[in-house]
Structures are given as C-alpha cells and as structure tokens.
C-alpha cells in the first residue's frame, strides 16, 4: 500500500489567480497521476506523471492550463493556473497499485 | 474511453438495512474495482473483483460479476451510518494501471 499526503487540503482563490497543490508518497513510484472531480461527477484523469519526463495529458487537458512536476519519485505539483469559477473541484493524486490504485485526501479548490 | 455507470445515483435507507449498487459497464474487463469516497474525500479501495470471478466478499460487503451481462453489484449487509458515502466502480480493461470510473453511488444511511 501507499500513504498519500496532498497540501493544500482546501483553498478559496480569486479568478485569474493560480494555485500550486502537492502530492507526496510515503514510497518510490514511477507513475503519478492527476485526477478532477467537479462537483457532483466522477474522477477524471488530467494527466499521468513520470519522473525524469513530460507529463502525459489526457483529452481536454493542457500542459500550459495545469502545469505538472515530478522532480523525484515521491513528489509531484499540479498547478492550476488562471482559475476561471469552471475550476472549482476536487483534486486528487493517486499512484498505482498491484491492480489497484492509492488516492490522496484530495485538495478541495473554491474559485470566486 | 470505457466508463462504468452506477446505479442507483442515490440510496437512502435505515441503519441495519442492506444497500444495494450496481454498476454497467460497455467493454471487456481485466477486472473491475470499487472505491468508496467520504464527503469530499479521496478514494479508498474497497474491493476488486476479477473477469473470471463470480462474486467475491470481504467483511460485510460482497460483489458479483456478470461479465455476459456486463455488470457489478455491490451489496453491503447491515448497513451502519458510518457507511453513509458515494460509492464508485472502476473499470479496468487490462494493460494499465488507470481505470475509468463511473458517476457514483451516493449512499445515506439514516441512524
């Protein structure tokens, strides 16, 4: 198993202003993954992270609007940079388990 | 991209009731998994079930597999208010450690 600790826990940003959340993992992992859920919805992957190389976004998601970071093998950043109110969720990074997956506490983003 | 959908999207029942989720899937499966959420929370596994497997139980909960079918259940027995939480199956279709999770169950239990 994996002990994943995200900061901030909550926070409430103004519009046009961007946050930076942490993920760090008690362990070595090579993939990190980002995920989003608005309120309401499901999960959706932003992206996956691999340290030493360019995150890998998915469909709809762009590296200038939610920059990452994966300096070693325990930490990732996510940015989301100029918040629209569109981007209040949760967000939450997980790694992978054997068949399974271990997800931070999440960090719950309010934008004015 | 293959998505698991719940069924119901909402479920309030009484404490000691039992609770009832399903889940509907498009495509074939490696496995299929289900995760609980308390408000605004991460994830937590709960259970994995795999394509050549039936049903499968742990504590006071059991899922069933129709893979014809293309279905889940999750049943959880004696339902205690500390249950109260959304409920989500993932799909897996094999090949990668990233499943597609679906819309969620949102269980009330009412003490």
């Known amino acids: 198993s994996a002990v994943i600790s995200q900061k901030p826990s909550r926070d409430i940003c103004q519009r046009g202003t961007s946050l930076t959340i942490q993920c760090q993992v008690d362990?070595?992992?090579?993939?990190m993954f980002w995920y989003r859920q608005q309120p309401g919805q499901s999960l959706t992957l932003i992206a996956t992270?691999?340290?030493?190389?360019?995150?890998?976004?998915e469909s709809g998601f762009v590296i200038d609007k939610f920059p990452i970071s994966r300096p070693n093998l325990t930490f990732s950043t996510l940015t989301v940079s100029n918040m629209s109110p569109e981007d209040s969720s949760i967000y939450l990074c997980s790694v992978a388990g054997t068949d399974t997956q271990y997800f931070g506490p999440g960090t719950r983003l309010t934008v004015l | 991209s293959q998505q698991g959908e719940e069924d119901p999207q909402a479920l309030s029942i009484q404490e000691g009731e039992n609770a009832t989720m399903n889940c509907s899937y498009k495509t074939s499966i490696n496995n299929l998994q289900w995760y609980r959420q308390n408000s605004g929370r991460g994830l937590v596994h709960l259970i994995l079930i795999r394509s050549n497997e039936r049903e499968k139980h742990s504590g006071r909960l059991r899922v069933t597999l129709d893979t014809s079918k293309k279905s889940s259940s999750l049943l959880i027995t004696a339902s205690r208010a500390a249950d109260t939480a959304s409920y989500f199956c993932?799909?897996?279709?094999?090949?990668?450690?990233?499943?597609?999770f679906g819309r969620g169950t949102s269980l009330i239990v009412h003490p």
């Open positions: 992270a691999n340290q030493g190389s360019e995150a890998t976004y």
């Open positions: 993932a799909t897996d279709p094999g090949g990668s450690y990233i499943p597609t």
């Open positions: 362990s070595q992992v090579t993939m």
